[in-house]
């Protein structure tokens, strides 16, 4: 697999289902809760959070992997904030996840019901804590221009076709 910008390829995963989450989860939890869908349904909800999870480590695996070429454009500390929200948010998913595990296993009545409450609870703090980490992944691309570290002389990435006007053969043309 090309590992050419492989990192904001992958990223936006776990980004999305961090978003939709508190929904699906809240709203799950509801119906489980009123009757209108039986247990099995929450394994829907669980099987989300385990691929946010998931995602979420394998990005920030990722993140860690183009690091160094990162650190040659944009200061150390910036990325060292970054990669420290992504990996509250990794580790809080992962957390979730292994509550969201429990009301399958308790029995009806208010310990099941709490540990939804604090599942769905649990999705707004990753909620949180993924936009803490795209924030400043983002403010790393467009305020301290770590985008330059995988661009080739001329501003073109590697491997695109640029002609001899300096003009990249892979861009959308106005014809």
């Known amino acids: 697999m090309d590992q ?3 990192h904001p390829k992958v990223v936006h995963l776990p980004m999305a289902l961090a ?3 508190p929904l699906v989860a809240g709203g799950v939890a509801f119906a489980w809760w009123r009757g209108w869908f ?3 349904v929450w394994f ?6 385990a691929a ?3 995602s979420g480590f394998v990005a920030m695996n990722s993140g860690e992997a183009e690091e160094d070429r990162v650190e040659e454009i ?4 910036y990325i060292e904030s970054h990669e420290e929200a992504a990996e509250v948010f990794v580790w809080a998913s992962a957390v979730v ?8 296993v308790l029995r009806e009545g208010r310990a099941r019901t709490a540990t939804l409450i604090g599942a769905c609870l649990g999705t707004l703090l990753v909620f949180g804590f993924g936009f803490r980490a795209g924030e400043a992944g983002g403010r790393l691309v467009y ?5 330059q570290a995988y661009l080739a002389p001329g501003g073109a990435l590697p491997g695109d076709s640029v002609d001899p006007t300096g003009e990249s053969a892979d861009s959308d043309s106005d014809d």
Not at 44 to 49: E, G
Not at 97 to 104: D, F, K, R, T
């Open 52 to 54: 946010l999870a998931g």
């Open 38 to 40: 039986d247990r099995r």
């Open 44 to 49: 829907i909800v669980l099987f989300l959070q």
């Open 19 to 21: 978003v939709l989450m």
């Open 143 to 147: 305020e301290h221009g770590a985008a």
């Open 74 to 77: 944009v200061a150390e500390q």
């Open 4 to 6: 050419l910008l492989f």
């Open 97 to 104: 996840l292994a509550l969201m595990g429990l009301p399958l």
